[in-house]
């Protein structure tokens, strides 16, 4: 009778583990029936339930609870399969929470175990969660190869669907997906046969993504309706938040500020707690625009507050990742070369102590060859080091205009105004947004937008000495902090800027198009040190220049506004 009842018992595990992903509600009843008996499992038994309620855990976004549970099974299961697989669940959760150095030690041993692994659902565990943490650390490229090394073991089975699910994120991000294209197609298809409903609404969410960079705003709606109520039975926080979101901003460019508005709030209602994700970002971005259109001046102040500290939590979160990327390639290598390098020594130390019973010519030609493979070694650690740096600089720039990046920008910014904080200098804050850019884009291609900013960021280089900070924050977006400088000074190079920009494509070598930008100027006299504030006021004061026509200059100032003004009306109303 008990081998019969464990006969069961691992029927149910097997069954429960095969639906977890295509079927929450019926995995997670399977869990409970198999909970009333836990005191009944066998060693075994108990650390596969320990597998599967740590995967549920994860799910429902409580990882503080899974990632303990992942450990336990790591430490106490027998199966090396179950260990390897725990391994894998636990690199996920672990990014997701974002402990990314803890991540990437374990994946280190997750990289080591994988050639000696053949069970293939392992295998498939183990390229998932390395695919998913390089997306997250933006290692896209990585991304890509490994969902390809995926799709040629797992073709046709649920492994595929992952697969290609990797490979549109990893698209996306480069940005060169088709939303009407074959890897969006084939993915769909093979998910909706293995009936992964999770990863085939997560390809339609970058489905979406794509729709709305491209304007085709009726497009995505209809596509995130179609499948709405199917999202939100998987219980998905992530997935449904993310839907939630692009249909607030499809419902936003369509002009119907009210389904933009009740899509964004339910965006931030559904998330996953204590959990700042790009989504949310925009949701409070989104909640800011309609409140400040529509006049609540108080509503918009409150929704920008919350904007403005999660756009600086997901920036943080955003650095975390690369640099814990490039802290644990660096730190294997430097441990690969450290273990080469001793066992040189020992080598040395050995054929000189083996001197006396050996022809002197002999060893030293011996001790000479040694010497030779110690200055490879050290060779190959000064190419290591000049490549790390090399790395670093790589990590620093945008790839498209070779200015700082937006993280890296960020990281000088905050340095430059603690310095001015310090020694009680005034600093100021310059953004500028290309008038028109999608446009261009839409008409011309993207290959004549790309030509344009990196123009333009060469362009405004001229007039920058190197402490005066510049960076692309965004698509078409740029930012500048100035130490040392006053508003008035300021303005002057604000002026010198936008006359450059709008003469950039005066003969018209870019194409045949007007280029002109919008500036934004905030002092720490009227916006403070806290650089995510101060860029908060600059942005205010964008707007404001948008607002009035574009291709000028708006500074900020604290107005003084009567209690019907908008923040627009507001950073007018003290914009000179």
Known sequence: MAAAEDGEVDRQLLVADALKSSNYPEFV??????EQKKKLLTPPQLQYFHYLRGWERGYAGDYDAAIPLYKSVIADSVDQVLRFR?????????????????????????TEQLPKTTDLLAREQGLHAAALLHNQAGQYELGLDLSAKLLQERMGLRGECIARELRVESLYKLERLDPDGDDVSLALDICGRQKEIVFANIVRSFQAHAYIDKARYEEAIGLLLQHYDEVQRTRYLRVISEFDILLAEAYWHLGDAGKARSYALRAIEKRVPNEVTESLVAAYRLLYRIADRQGDAKTALSYHEKFAEADRQNVDDVTTRSLAYQMARHQALSTKLEIDALNKQNQVLQLQRDLGSKAAETSRLYIAMLMAGLLVVFLWAFYTKRRQVHFRTLSERDGLTNIANRPHFLALSLRALDECQRNGQEAVAILFDLDHFKIINDLHGHAAGDHVLRKIAAV??????????????????????????????????AEQLRAAIASANADGALGNFAVSASFGISSTRTGGYELHHLLACADTALYSAKLRGRDRIASFEPPQPSPNMSLADAASFGAR
Not at 29 to 34: K, N, T
Not at 86 to 103: D, F, K, P, Q
């Open 460 to 493: 405004c280089t001229t007039y920058l000495r190197p402490n005066q900070h510049f960076g692309r924050i965004g698509g078409e977006e740029f930012a500048i902090l100035l130490a040392g400088y006053n508003q008035e000074r300021a303005l002057l190079l």
């Open 29 to 34: 009843s399977m869990l409970e029936s198999i």
């Open 86 to 110: 725990a391994t894998a669940s636990l690199v996920s959760n672990l990014s997701i929470a974002g402990r990314y150095l803890e991540a990437y030690t374990h994946l280190d041993l997750l």
